[in-house]
């Protein structure tokens, strides 16, 4: 039993994983991801890089959509298709986990590590998506993996072993070099956690450790160089345009919350049971951690459980600390501390000394906060997840010759064009320079979706106008003291005669039709 205990929890993580992954729609990220990779390389470089004013065309190296490109070129464009590649790359960071827990302690906690990792509704929910995030937990937890046998290779024991232990040692950190370097072609935000692993053999004051980070640095280095020059321009698009705001003081205990269950906004009390079960779960394994740090045990046992413990702590905490100068604190590409996480807690139900009944307690606590996690992820049918599929089916059964799909932005106008992209569809742009201005016009137009300035342009003279907008739009803008809906909807209704209007979910769909005279597609001077 004890042999296929790994096999029978990877197939647990690939069944959670499996569900229900087709038949949630793709959002806007997912569907950029789709749209974009399928453009290749040569369009995704003139997309990303080309200078706009205020830097880069867009953030987030290529590494992952160039694999997408590949998987899709393979198996087709499918919803179900093009989230099976993250899929395997969680299933795989499963078996990596493992490897980490028994590399630090043993066979058993790995296995718990592992069966944690499995069922985790946070890695669940990017093991499910279309993005770059769980190709980068994989990398990093693998990069993690050799450096804790990098470690473990140079320590006195092992290095007195002559050639072939010092080959293992060069062996582990060349590959800790080459994962680190392609970490950092998937997100530059691994850049936190490569830092916080970077800094262990300085706290713990093992020089001949530093030698090898610094040798993997050295390659990670190399293969990230023909990017770094681009670094400038993609910093400055950050410090530009950028979505995020400065992350409030509770947002790690947040963070938390979304480690052990999943990172939505699910409405209360679910969200209420969510955070004060992680708040519990949370503190009891700190107390824990303390009192067992104190006792007496060997130092080898400290070094390993103040690695998983820092390797979950530093990259957030330092990110929230920047983040209040530049925000771009982003909750899932702390994807890799998560998994660190998870071997803390297989640390504290395996290690620990815990108390039967108070293990029991905190166990029920954790199932709870990932059954509810898995509910929402598995259900989940409003913003981010809108029935977008759902909309350009119905929009599709009443369409005319000579329709147009006019999308208040970006965010509904992508996942409709993946789901429907036969039906003529446009967009209007985002104010320039405002906080969601982030598909510059080389993006657009290596996209080959160019947005249009105002609903009238986007309209193109059509005698039928679908248009599509969240139902929370109209409220979202009015409060903000931007004009920008109202002015679409002004310009519709004096054009044209409002036939009819659907909300599904938090989609409103209206059509307008009887165009009065040419509707005039100038759009006003801004």
Aim: charged fraction near 10%; hydrophobic fraction near 50%; aromatic fraction near 12%.
């Amino acid at each position: 039993m004890r042999r296929y205990g790994l096999a029978l929890i990877l197939l647990l993580g690939l069944a959670l994983r499996l569900i229900h992954l087709g038949g949630r729609p793709l959002w806007y990220d997912e569907a950029f991801a789709v749209l974009f990779a399928e453009k290749g390389l040569s369009a995704m470089l003139y997309g990303t890089l080309t200078p706009v004013a205020g830097g880069a065309a867009d953030i987030h190296p290529l590494l992952y959509y160039t694999t997408l490109n590949i998987w899709m070129g393979l198996f087709g464009q499918s919803p179900f298709t093009v989230r099976l590649w993250s899929v395997i790359l969680g299933v795989a960071t499963i078996a990596v986990i493992y490897g980490i827990g028994r590399a630090l302690f043993d066979h058993r906690l790995g296995l718990a590590a592992a069966l944690i990792t499995a069922i985790a509704p946070f890695h669940i929910q990017y093991s499910q998506e279309t993005r770059m995030y769980a190709l980068l937990g994989l990398l990093l937890a693998s990069a993690t993996l050799c450096f804790i046998y990098g470690w473990r290779d140079a320590s006195p024991a092992n290095s007195s072993t002559g050639g072939r232990g010092r080959l293992a040692v060069w062996r582990g950190w060349i590959a800790f070099g080459i994962l680190s370097g392609l970490a950092m072609y998937t997100q530059q935000l691994a850049a936190f956690y490569l830092v916080a692993l970077g800094l262990v053999p300085l706290l713990a004051r093992r020089w001949i450790i530093f030698r090898g980070v610094v040798m993997g640095a050295v390659i990670a280095l190399v293969i990230y160089s023909p990017w770094l020059v681009n670094l400038p321009g993609q910093l400055q698009k950050v410090q530009s345009y950028y979505w995020l705001e400065p992350p409030s003081i509770a947002r790690p205990l947040l963070t938390l919350r979304s480690f052990l269950s999943v990172s939505l906004d699910f409405p209360p009390p679910a969200s209420m049971v969510a955070f004060f079960g992680a708040l519990f779960v949370t503190l009891l394994v700190m107390v824990q951690l303390i009192l067992s740090l104190r006792q007496r045990r060997t130092k080898a046992d400290r070094h390993r459980l103040l690695l998983v413990l820092w390797l979950t702590l530093f990259p957030m905490m330092a990110m929230w600390l920047i983040s209040q100068i530049q925000p771009l604190y982003l909750e899932r590409s702390l994807l890799p501390s998560a998994l660190m996480a998870y071997v803390v807690l297989a640390w504290y139900f395996t290690r620990s000394g815990l108390p039967r009944p108070i293990a029991s307690v905190v166990g029920v606590a954790c199932l709870i906060l990932a059954g509810v996690g898995l509910y929402y992820q598995y259900t989940w049918a409003t913003f981010p997840n809108s029935p977008f599929n759902t909309v350009g089916e119905f929009i599709r059964q009443s369409w005319q010759p000579g329709d147009v799909v006019v999308h208040q932005n970006k965010l509904t106008a992508l996942p409709m064009i993946y789901y429907e992209r036969d039906l003529t569809q446009g967009y209007i742009g985002d104010r320039p320079g405002s906080s969601d201005d982030t598909l510059a016009l080389p993006t657009q137009e290596a996209l080959r979706l160019l947005a249009d300035g105002c609903v009238g342009a986007a309209g193109q003279g059509a005698e039928r106008i679908w248009w599509v907008a969240f139902a929370f739009a109209e409220a979202q803008y009015a409060a903000a003291e931007r004009p920008e809906y109202q002015q679409a909807m002004d310009w519709l209704t004096a054009h044209y005669t409002l036939a009819s209007q659907q909300t599904v979910n938090d989609l409103q769909i209206t059509l307008f039709t009887d165009p009065r005279g040419v509707p005039d597609a100038e759009c006003p001077a801004t």
